[in-house]
């Protein structure tokens, strides 16, 4: 399994260079910004939850995905996702589920 982990994330950095215009100095600037943004976004999430101020939550997992997209995260984008929809369509009493697999995600991405 841990292959498979490995290559998934090779695949997705050749995904994210590619996105970036064949750079990849680009994309180790782009990997240090989000890093650095967003690492301890699964707090400010569960912050906007717990305050039920869910339209920041979203907004702020919408930027995610976007930014996980283009580097090429594909499962922290998937989760991302989820959680934009669940938000969206007002299931709140399912976001606390979602939003540790999120971070479990952004943890793998990011580390």
Request: glycine share 6%; hydrophobic share 35%.
């Amino acid at each position: 399994m841990l292959k498979a982990l490995t290559d998934d994330f090779i695949s997705g950095k050749v995904k994210a260079i590619q996105n970036l215009g064949g750079m990849e100095s680009l994309y180790y600037k782009h990997l240090k910004r989000f890093q650095d943004k967003y690492q301890d976004s699964h707090i400010k999430i569960n912050r906007y939850l717990d305050l039920m101020e869910y339209e920041e939550a979203e907004r702020l997992t919408h930027s995610i995905k976007g930014l996980a997209g283009t580097l090429g995260m594909s499962e922290l984008e998937s989760k991302c996702q989820t959680l934009e929809t669940a938000l969206n369509e007002g299931r709140y009493t399912e976001l606390h589920p979602m939003l540790l697999e999120f971070q479990s995600a952004l943890f793998k991405a990011i580390h």
